[in-house]
């Protein structure tokens, strides 16, 4: 894992967007994986920016989201669907975007046919990570075993008190998600993970203390082979 510490979140944006640029230069028809929540949204302002400069395409780009709400419309205003059409994808040119879908009435369906779709695309080139403040990945919350296919899974106090936020008074939060298990995050040939705020202090610091807490999924990251972590100084203050 290779950890890269830098001034602020513009600075962890940036080289973040830097990353991506490289990948769909090296390989143009990559297979992205991408996440929510605000850590990403400098990172696909940037990206958004160095396309309107003509600095990168994703014309033969495809894209898998790690998670969704459930049950949730893709045009409500905090499903992830609408996030991602917002901030990127209906400003980019991505020849394909997937993610999985909230409206579903068959959750196990979808999921494995999200995972056979990501099998399909030959796996993720490059992953992106957020960070939760209970140490999940997409929406893998802390237990003692986790799946590795994707699955629908019910959301702890922990990640709806930190996602309320988004949330405004009389608009029903979703207790629960779809999200990618570990089998395709781990098909990742790079993982991108940023970290960002003083808020995630206390997570990385466990994350970083050379154990594998097993009640922090974000610890497993630590046994894949190609893992970069950019974070602030904020993050990393303990
Ligand atoms: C979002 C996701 C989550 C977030 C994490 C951090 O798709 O999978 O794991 O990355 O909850 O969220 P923020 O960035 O809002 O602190």
Known sequence: MKRIILDNYEAV????????????????????GLATGSTPL?????LVRRYQAGIVDFSKARSFNLDE???ISKNHPQSYNHYMRKNL???????????????TGDPQF?????DIAIKSA???DLQLLGLGVNGHIGFNEPTV???????????????????????????????????????????????????CGASK???????????????????LLLLHPDVIVIMDHEAESK
Do not use: W
């Not at 979808?110 to 999200?114: H, I, R, T």
């Not at 009389?170 to 998600?177: D, I, L, M, R």
């Open 13 to 32: 944006s940036s080289a973040a967007a830097d990353i991506f640029v490289q990948q769909l230069s090296n390989k143009p028809d990559s297979v992205l």
């Open 42 to 46: 400098g990172l696909y302002a940037e």
């Open 69 to 71: 709400y459930y049950p």
């Open 89 to 103: 994808f209906d400003k980019v040119n991505f020849a394909q975007y997937h993610l999985p879908n909230g409206e």
């Open 110 to 114: 979808e999921c494995s046919m999200y």
């Open 122 to 124: 030959g796996g993720i």
């Open 145 to 195: 075993s986790y799946p590795m296919s994707t699955n629908l899974v019910g959301l702890t106090d922990s990640t709806l008190s930190a996602n309320s936020r988004f949330f405004s008074d009389g608009v029903k939060q979703p207790t629960q998600a779809l999200t990618m298990g570990f089998g395709a995050i781990f098909s990742a040939k790079r993982i991108l993970l940023l970290i």
């Open 201 to 219: 202090a206390a997570i990385t610091e466990k994350l970083f203390s050379g154990f594998i807490h097993t009640d922090v999924p974000a610890c």
